[in-house]
């Protein structure tokens, strides 16, 4: 999947504009909940799968320090919470895009 063609956080979202033209914009607290990290989603196990770590979430946790882009692939944002392991695809970013009906504002 290709790179979106621009992406901003203004103010409390996420917009980004795709090469064919839609766009999808996300709340900073959406993007928070949709964490990929293995600590936020669990992870297969050799033996058995590990579960996630269960942490309740703060108003620092929907508060965005900074975020890098990692090669073409996604990005990564760091919290102000200090949670910053979870990498978001481009692929994973428009399916759950599609999902909450985030898309084409």
Known sequence: MEAPTDLQVIGSELALRWPDGGE?????????????CAACCGEPGL???????????????????????????GIQPTWEDGHGTGIYSWEYL????????SDER
Do not use: D, N, W
């Open 47 to 73: 033996t058995r799968p590990v579960p996630a770590q269960t942490s309740s979430l703060t108003a620092e946790s929907f508060r965005l320090r900074g975020m890098q882009r990692v090669g073409g692939y």
């Open 24 to 36: 999808s914009f996300f709340s900073l607290e959406q993007i928070r909940r949709h964490c990929p």
């Open 94 to 101: 428009k399916k759950i895009g599609a999902q909450m009906g």
